[in-house]
């Protein structure tokens, strides 16, 4: 009689065959349970991902207007609001005896509603916008005000030498011309 590693006879009785049969019964099923949970968790995932690309639609580009059509458009104001609030006010008090066709008050309420919000759209973004920019803004001026020291610098000394040697003055001649017709009205540095 051999004896197995848990100290147990490697010969089986009735009942060992019956446990071992339910023990390996009740593996199974387990296995079986996961493998489906795992599917059922896949195919609700992928099911949510598909519903919900089905949910969403696909919008078309917008197409960028031409120099010449801005050109072209009225140009609205701040206080669009205002004059839309104005004009329906008046419209309704007379509907009866002003009739634009294709345009009722209502119309005209809905077209300023919907460039208000264009209008908030654009400034919410701006506002997002120039908020990421700043700090660029920010590292451009300093960068931007060191190099001008640095040349404020470089172009007092060599004036200075300039005074007395007519060869240094000669090179830094097309440097002054340059210098002079970008900093003409300018008076932010040093001369």
Not at 51 to 77: C, Y
Not at 147 to 169: F, M, N, Q, T
């Amino acid at each position: 009689m051999a004896i197995g590693e848990w100290g147990v006879s490697d010969r089986l009785t009735p009942f060992a065959d019956v446990a071992n049969a339910r023990k390996s019964w009740a593996e199974s099923r387990f296995e079986e349970a996961r493998t489906s949970m795992a599917t059922k968790k896949s195919s609700k995932k992928s099911a949510k991902k598909t519903s919900k690309k089905r949910a969403t639609r696909k919008r078309e580009p917008v197409v960028r207007l031409s120099a010449d059509e801005k050109q072209r458009m009225l140009k609205a104001g701040d206080d669009l609001d205002d004059m839309i609030s104005e004009l329906e006010t008046a419209w309704r008090a007379v509907s009866r005896k002003v009739k634009v066709p294709g345009v009722t008050p209502a119309s005209l309420a809905a077209v300023g509603r919907r460039a208000a919000q264009a209008r908030a759209k654009e400034v919410a973004l701006e506002t997002k916008l120039l908020a990421k920019l700043a700090p660029l803004r920010d590292a451009r001026m300093r960068a931007g005000h060191e190099a001008l020291s640095v040349l404020y610098k470089v172009r007092k000394i060599a004036h200075a030498i300039g005074d007395g040697d007519p060869e240094v003055a000669e090179a830094f001649e097309r440097f002054d011309a340059l210098f002079s017709e970008r900093h003409q009205g300018d008076r932010s540095g040093p001369s």
